[in-house]
């Protein structure tokens, strides 16, 4: 989870990703900060984030990133 957050705020550094669940809702990360985190993400996670994933459900909160992230670690 913390590499997850170094990862947030790297791309997206004025978010309060300890609280927040409505970071796509609110507008807080755009559609190229989601493109960066699924990058991100399969770079240092080894996982494979398809189209199905990039749902507001999975990028709302750093809890729901990371929960995609373990599913997705399981599944491999």
Same mark, same amino acid.
């Given at each position: $989870?913390?590499? %997850?957050?170094?990862?947030? !705020?790297?791309?997206? *550094?004025? #978010?309060?990703?300890?609280?927040?669940?409505?970071?796509?809702?609110?507008?807080? %990360?755009?559609?190229?900060?989601?493109?960066?985190? =699924?990058?991100?993400? !399969?770079?240092?996670?080894? =996982?494979? /984030?398809? *189209?199905? !994933?990039?749902? *507001?459900?999975?990028?709302?909160?750093?809890? #729901? %990133?990371?929960? $995609? /992230?373990?599913?997705?670690?399981?599944?491999?």
């Amino acid at each position: $989870m913390e590499k %997850l957050l170094e990862i947030l !705020e790297d791309i997206q *550094p004025d #978010a309060d990703y300890e609280t927040c669940t409505t970071l796509i809702d609110d507008g807080i %990360l755009d559609s190229f900060a989601i493109l960066s985190i =699924v990058a991100e993400l !399969e770079d240092t996670f080894g =996982v494979s /984030v398809t *189209p199905a !994933e990039i749902i *507001p459900e999975n990028f709302n909160s750093a809890q #729901a %990133l990371w929960a $995609m /992230v373990q599913r997705l670690l399981k599944e491999n």
